[in-house]
């Protein structure tokens, strides 16, 4: 086990109703003046927005709000926010939503409390972020785990860049997490959420770090409770059950535990943020799409992690480690598609791409040859584009 620091210290508020508890919350960490942040319309829909405000107006709490954040949130949105908050002189902002609307108020709390500071700076890692405004979490979907995270992801719509940025700043200070407030999800939602919860401990699980058993066999049991809960979700979307395991499960995923004492990989949330960034796609189906050609490309750096996974997640044994690990590898893509996820170019709905086009993502993705990516095997551009070629 390597040394590592945990800091989670985002209170999580779960259960039925729970949102009714939205403006005691807020008091209780420090706001007077909210800023609401919102999507592009299902909190309005489902009724959702105006309960929160209602019970923000009762308790005496002013606030104004800015919707219209869209899925891969886009930088001149979270600018707006920004503008908003200081001329409102908010200092709680409260996103109520799913990751793109959280990642944007993590933005816009940022932006406000360094009103001199251009916020993609952050993103750029031309500027540091030392002090942030406040941010609460009303959890509309099971999916990017941002309500605990210390992550948060933009896209400059200007560029087609799709960056993230982690700090500790980025922690929520609460995350009121009612399953059943994503009842109402689109069956695709609902998939990408899957795919992306599972994405957040498979990047971390598979590492070359040895002897990490809590965290291992952690890892494994939330793999074996989405694939089981998902599946049951996919059949009734009103189980509550199934949708509240879905739901922690989103939140432990992405909170760090479960890559606690290991070197971390995230190669394949690299390259599918290329496919958001490039194509707008959303963010769970780049993931399956490009994991199985990631896996492929890069078990033989040591088939018995891929022999493990078989065995702890999908109970396959028997053969060679090389039969196991690919038996592995293509039960998870056949379980994306179980969900109706792509697991190809294709499938994900931009057609075959040139070699030109490939050739720009894999750059863009190395940062112009500024880094490489992966902690499993280290990928450098040309691997990126191998990849790429595997999917297209
Ligand atoms: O915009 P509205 O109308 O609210 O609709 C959204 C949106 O169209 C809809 N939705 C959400 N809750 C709903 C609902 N529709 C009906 N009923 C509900 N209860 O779902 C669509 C997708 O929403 P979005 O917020 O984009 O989904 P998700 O939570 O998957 O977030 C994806 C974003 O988070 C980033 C992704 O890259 C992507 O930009 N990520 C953030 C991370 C983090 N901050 O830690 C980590 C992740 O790896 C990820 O990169
Ligand atoms: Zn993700």
């Known amino acids: 086990m390597k040394n590592f620091t945990f800091y989670s210290p985002t209170e999580v508020i779960f259960g039925k109703d729970t949102e009714l508890q939205v403006a005691d919350e807020i008091r209780k960490h420090g706001g007077t003046r909210v800023l609401t942040v919102y999507g592009g319309g299902s909190v309005v829909k489902s009724g959702l927005l105006e309960r929160v405000e209602k019970s923000l107006e009762k308790a005496g709490l002013p606030f104004t709000s800015i919707g219209g954040v869209s899925p891969n949130p886009r930088l001149s949105l979270a600018r707006d926010g920004v503008k908003k908050a200081v ?13 793109s609307v959280l990642d944007t108020a993590k933005a816009i709390a940022h932006g406000a409390a360094n009103p001199e500071t251009d916020i993609w700076l952050f ?29 948060a992801v933009l896209t400059n719509g200007d560029t087609g860049e799709k960056r993230g940025l982690n700090t500790p700043f980025n922690r929520p200070r609460f995350a009121i997490m009612n399953p059943e407030l994503t009842y109402t999800l689109p069956p695709f939602q609902l998939s990408c959420g899957i795919v992306d919860i599972m994405m957040h401990t498979m990047d971390r699980y598979f590492t070359l770090t040895e002897g990490n058993e809590l965290t291992d066999e952690f890892a494994e049991a939330l793999l074996r409770v989405v694939i089981k809960n998902g599946t049951k979700a996919m059949e ?18 992405h909170n760090g535990l479960t890559g606690l004492g ?14 958001s960034g490039k194509f707008d796609v959303a963010h769970g189906a780049s993931l399956s799409t490009i994991w199985g050609s990631w896996a492929r490309y890069c078990y033989q750096t040591k088939p018995e992690r891929f022999v493990r996974f078989a065995e702890k997640v999908w109970g396959i044994s028997g053969g060679s480690a090389e039969e196991v690990a690919n038996r ?17 170019f294709t499938e994900l709905g931009i057609g075959m791409q040139s070699e030109e086009v490939l050739g720009q993502m894999a750059d863009s993705c190395m940062f112009f040859g500024k880094r490489k990516i992966g902690g499993f095997r280290v990928l450098d551009r040309d691997d990126a584009f191998r990849i790429y070629q595997m999917a297209n």
Do not use: R
């Open 328 to 344: 592995a590898i293509d039960t998870t893509v056949a379980f994306f598609a179980s969900l109706h996820m792509p697991t190809c």
């Open 236 to 253: 009734n979307p009103h189980d509550y059950d199934a949708m509240s395991e879905l739901m922690w499960c989103g939140s432990l995923s």
């Open 262 to 275: 290991a070197v971390i990989d995230f190669a394949p949330h690299q390259l599918g943020h290329e496919l």
């Open 87 to 99: 001329e409102f002189g908010a200092d709680f902002i409260l996103g109520i939503g799913g990751g």
């Open 123 to 151: 993103w750029k890692k031309t500027a540091v972020v030392t002090k942030s405004s406040p941010v609460g979490a009303i959890l509309t979907i099971s999916a990017a785990g941002s309500e605990t995270s210390d992550s």
